[in-house]
């Protein structure tokens, strides 16, 4: 890709979809991101909204220091431990997911808006 090298726990890529602000996104093997769903390995979570393909969308990486704000599949506790879901979605159901991290805030409906600190 030579990107080189990013401290900021942020990148750009381009999308290979739309992709709404806040959903969980995979590194496709084009280089570019689309929405992650259902057993996706997570690059990150997309801090723009992906309105075109090809558009270049800023990414906070799972790996960066801090928390991201992600999109509730279904309603769950404050302190739960969240998964990736379909749609690039969160929730605390783990049957075929993976681990996303810790909500810090409950969730009370599908589509509020959680803040996470990524595991």
């Known amino acids: ?33 689309s929405v992650a769903d259902l057993g996706d390995v997570v ?5 723009d ?3 075109e393909v090809g558009q270049e ?9 801090g928390t991201v704000l992600c999109i509730a599949e279904g309603a769950f506790a404050l ?3 969240v998964y990736g879901r379909n ?6 159901n783990a049957t075929g ?9 409950a969730a009370t409906a599908a ?5 996470v600190i990524p595991a």
Request: aromatic share 2%.
């Open 79 to 81: 302190g739960a431990v």
């Open 87 to 92: 749609l690039g979605k969160i929730d605390d």
């Open 1 to 33: 890709m030579g990107r080189g090298i990013d401290d900021t726990g942020k990148m750009t890529f381009d999308s290979s979809e739309l992709i709404p602000n806040n959903s969980l996104v995979k590194l496709d093997a084009a280089g570019t991101i």
């Open 111 to 115: 589509g509020d808006l959680i803040e």
């Open 43 to 47: 690059l990150g979570t997309s801090l």
């Open 57 to 65: 969308i800023a990414v906070a990486l799972k790996s960066k220091q």
């Open 49 to 51: 909204e992906g309105l």
């Open 97 to 105: 997911a993976t681990v996303f991290g810790t909500a810090l805030a």
